[in-house]
T-cell receptor, first 113, second 113 residues
Framework: AQSVTQLDSHVSVSEGTPVLLRCNYS??????LFWYVQHPNKGLQLLLK??????LVKGINGFEAEFKKSETSFHLTKPSAHMSDAAEYFC???????????FGAGTRLFVKA | DTGVSQNPRHKITKRGQNVTFRCDPI?????LYWYRQTLGQGPEFLTY????????KSRLLSDRFSAERPKGSFSTLEIQRTEQGDSAMYLC???????????FGSGTRLTVV
């Protein structure tokens, strides 16, 4: 069965410090993995996606994620947090041949001045 | 193309009333998805269409929920005899195919009073 676990429900960082949002997945198939961001009262915006090409994926706004098959992880990182990064982040798995995209429960990122 | 459009943005209705939401996907996307998101949770898959065919609807929450995509373009989601537990954000997304990123609309927030 496919599942996604976001290991932290809340992460708090200071502006200018690194961000790490953790995600583990379970999939019997070759997964496609995504990170989305949701600002308050807004829809979801795609940050980046992994679809079996390079394992280090660069996204928008300075975010990147590394696919580690041996660890079944797809953690999201950013070298330096900005106040505008404060939002909810969702790790998402989809799989080849399937129709359903499974969302993690989300990690809320707080950025302190 | 301005992306996925959802209307209305907000809907307040009395318990027992019927409501209908509309989603206009990106025109070249043949897949359309409906999700429900409750406070503090990730989006929950409801149903999806490939062109006008509804290929999965087992996740619709009850027989009070129904969705259509009559011409393979826009879609509607109807909830009959609304209940307070139906209060949530209803999200629509479209994609050009399997395992490819989704583009989400801004959602329709339903409040049942």
């Amino acid at each position: 069965a496919q599942s996604v676990t976001q290991l932290d429900s809340h992460v708090s960082v200071s502006e200018g410090t690194p961000v790490l949002l953790r995600c583990n997945y379970s999939s019997s198939y070759s997964p496609s993995l995504f990170w989305y961001v949701q600002h308050p009262n807004k829809g979801l915006q795609l940050l980046l996606k992994y679809t079996s090409a390079a394992t280090l994926v660069k996204g928008i706004n300075g975010f990147e994620a590394e696919f580690k098959k041996s660890e079944t992880s797809f953690h999201l990182t950013k070298p330096s947090a900005h106040m505008s990064d404060a939002a909810e982040y969702f790790c998402v798995v989809s799989y080849t041949g399937g129709f359903k995209t499974i969302f993690g429960a989300g990690t809320r990122l707080f950025v302190k001045a | 193309d301005t992306g996925v459009s959802q209307n209305p943005r907000h809907k307040i209705t009395k318990r027992g009333q019927n409501v209908t939401f509309r989603c206009d996907p990106i025109s070249e996307h043949n897949r359309l998805y409906w999700y429900r998101q409750t406070l503090g949770q990730g989006p929950e898959f409801l149903t999806y269409f490939q062109n006008e065919a509804q290929l999965e609807k087992s996740r619709l929450l009850s027989d009070r929920f129904s969705a259509e995509r009559p011409k393979g373009s826009f879609s509607t989601l109807e909830i009959q005899r609304t209940e307070q537990g139906d209060s949530a954000m209803y999200l629509c997304a479209s994609s050009p195919g399997t395992g490819v990123y989704y583009t989400f609309g801004s959602g329709t927030r339903l409040t049942v009073v």
